[in-house]
């Protein structure tokens, strides 16, 4: 398949191997913004005319089609947030900070996102609870085995990501919750690197809550989603109030706030973004998800292949699920290798990624990242192992 | 300079550091790190009587940031705080395409064109930020 007439980004020379921090965007996405600033711009919920009657319905249907692509059971279950951080935030804050006792165990694991960590660590700090890891195996992937050995009486929650940012490894979900949940534990899943890339189905492994964010899945930013079961968010407790959640407010007394699921989207929201949204929905859906998932792997394993050929390349995770390949380069930190392959357009992440206690686990602070989505090709990649190749080549461009 | 010769000379200050270790309890210590990328360093500055007597340095950082360090160690041990910064003051214009002073310079002169490439900036610069630290520190204390 070739995507070039699809995605303007793809035919300005660039070769983008960083689709784990944001992926491009196809014309069906940007059009569809643009066709709403320019022909029914107007607010959500609040008109008695035309165009506002047309955005409240768009504004809607992206809503039924979110249900569908990760098949919640119910519309109310789809909060819209500006990210996966908002979402995973509003988990934390919204809900566990008020069912939370001092001393209950959240847990972890050394690959979390920061988005996915720091929240927990700031109710560690204010409310006494505490945080602990499941350990990683060699491959750096949790085991059932794990889970179970690191759930104790006190543990109520467990909160992991579907794939990891750096080592690219996918959890078996289902099975993880379907254990949790036999021990009264809740699930949190961060779906950033998952939903984008692998078929989501939350009804199937009953996950209790779920974030990811559109920008990682063709959509534009500022707009991501808060899954829930509906009986866990009707206890969250909304961060904002204000406009377009209450029902009335005659006095303080006489607060209501709205239903699911407006009663947490205080304020105008990102109107253009969930329409974009749901044309990235639309065109995920014409591509195919398990078509996705199967090219990510194919290109992954090709990179692997090409890369494990090269003496002074040491691959951190020789087994990733995903499209996600971290190496480093012997002798030249990871951050020189990016600037080194800048020079020839191609744009690789160099760093701890955002997930910075996983230096425990792997032992190396930083590492160069491939994350690659399904519009690359094995040309690109051919491209990138020939820069790879030459050692002598890198030491004396990368300055 | 000759493309070559700044090259080699980065390189070399790059494979073969100086200076590199940790400093006893005598000595200032300060962390300088970019947020915008991952070069971390720790600075260890012993200073005597408003000279700098010895720096050392430890830390994980790319080729130019680590490069940079190496060069202004050298060119700092021994010399008195005013000329310290009156070297700080020409680097950081050299950074900035402000007038400056080749001569101050020396070795650092290799990183003269680097505002070419704006995001390598911050890495020249970086121990920089780090020794001002340490100098202030040094005047608090005295
Ligand atoms: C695993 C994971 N979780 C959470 C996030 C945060 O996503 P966002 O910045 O869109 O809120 C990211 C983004 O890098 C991620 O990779």
Known sequence: MNYKDDFPMLNTGIIYFDNGATTFKPNVVIDSMDEYYKEYSANAHRGDYDISLKVDVAYEKVRDKVKEFINAKRREEIIYTKGATEALNMIVEGFFANILEPGDEVLITNSEHASNILPWYKLAKNKGIDVNFIPLDETFHITLANVKKSITDKTKVISIAEITNVVGDARDIKEITEYAHSKGVFVVVDGAQSVAHKKTDVQATDIDFLAFSAHKMCGPTGIGILYGKKELLEELDPLYTGGGMNESFDSISEVYYKDLPLRLEAGTQNIAGIIGLGSAIDYLNSIGMDNIYYTEQQLSRYLIEQLSKIKHIDIINMEPDSGIVSFNVDGVFAQDVAVYLNKYNICVRAGNHCAKVLKNSIGVKNTVRVSLYFYNTKSEIDKLVELLSDRDKIMKEMI | ?142
């Open chain 2, 1 to 142: 300079m000759d493309p070559e010769l700044r090259r080699e000379i980065i390189l070399d200050n790059y494979n073969n550091p100086q200076h590199k270790g940790k400093g006893t309890s005598n000595y200032i210590k300060v962390n300088t790190n970019n947020s915008s990328c991952i070069d971390n360093i720790d600075l260890w500055v012993l200073f005597e009587d408003n000279i700098i007597k010895d720096i050392k340095f430890d830390g994980e950082a790319c080729a130019i940031s680590t490069a940079s360090t190496s060069i202004m160690i050298k060119e700092l041990i021994g010399k008195s705080l005013d000329e310290a910064l009156r070297f700080i003051d020409s680097f950081e214009k050299m950074i900035d395409e402000e007038k400056y002073n080749p001569e101050l310079l020396n070795e650092a002169n290799v990183f003269d064109e680097i505002y070419k490439q704006a995001n390598r900036k911050t890495c020249a610069t970086l121990p920089y930020k780090g020794i001002i630290k340490a100098i202030e520190e040094y005047k608090k204390r005295r």
